[in-house]
Every structure is written in structure tokens, then in C-alpha cells.
């Protein structure tokens, strides 16, 4: 069983993320990336695919063309996990390039 | 601009697709594909963006793990064309591997 984020946790992690949204139905964090085109965008998805896949910490996501929508929380732990503020980090990074 | 399916083409060729369902909403073809795993939809994914960049033709798509949700339609027709009926056999040739 992995650990849900403390309401402390939560105070002192969430603000340090770079456009996360809390969604509070889900206890997810989201966030919307946007590239030039679909190679961009679906060479994105396919790093953060690695990332993933080596984390076993898979997102929930979508993509419409040059737009991926990526939806971070923790089925094990009922809602937001550490993992999921390190998948974010992780994420930004890709994008970051 | 592309033309969009004409009702004695929608008669002719919806039927003739495996397991693709109507969207009326947005004139779609909607179909979930499973998979064992992550790696599993997003290898099937990967074969689908090399495909769908070669035609031009984008699917709108989400993957939750090893489920991946596959949207297509043509906004250029304002609905369904011929590329739609296309892509959505290309798409099932990958998933039959």
C-alpha cells in the first residue's frame, strides 16, 4: 500500500510544481502540454512512456494533434502519492527537453 | 476540403468495420482497444502515430494503462470521410498485429 500525501505533504509540495492543477474529484494532479505538431507531441508521450513504464507509474492521458492532457494519480493509495509529485518533476523535464 | 460521407456510403461501408461504433455526436467512430499491459497499448500506439502521420489523419486518443480509446473523425469534412474508414482499418490491421 503506498502512502496518500499528508495534508502537511500536500501544503509543502503542491506549490512547488510548474502548472500542475489539483483536481480534487480525482485527487489528480493535471496539467496540459502543447507542441508544435503531432510529431512533437507523440514524441513526448512516447518519453514520458519510458519514464513510465521504468517507474511503473503509469499516467492517464490523451491527445488531440499537437495537445497531450496527462492526468497523475494513485490507484494504490486512493489519490496523490510522492510518486506522482516525481512523475510530474519527471514529466516537466521532458517537456523541458 | 474533404467530403464527408454521404448516407448511401455510411449504409455501404460502417457495417463493413469491426467493432467500430457511431458517435453521432461529433460523427465518429469510436472503439477501445485492450491490451496485457502499458507496454502492450503503447507499442500498438506507437505503430498507430507512425501510420496516422504518414496519412495526415490524426486519431483524437486516451490510454489508461493497458486500454487505449480511439476517436476518428475529419474536421476538415465537419464529420466522417473516406480517410476515417481508412484509418480505422489500418488501425485494426496493427491491433491484429
Known sequence: MIAKLTDGERSDLLPTLDGWAHEPQR????K????????GAFG?????ALLAEKADHHPEWSNVYN??????????AGGLSQRDIEMARQIDAVAKG
Chains 1, 2 share one sequence.
Open 27 to 30: 485527487d489528480a494532479l493535471t
Open 44 to 48: 513526448f508521450m512516447t518519453q514520458v
Open 67 to 76: 495537445r497531450v492532457d496527462i492526468l497523475l494519480t494513485t490507484h494504490d
Open 32 to 39: 496540459r502540454f502543447t507542441f508544435d505538431d503531432f510529431v
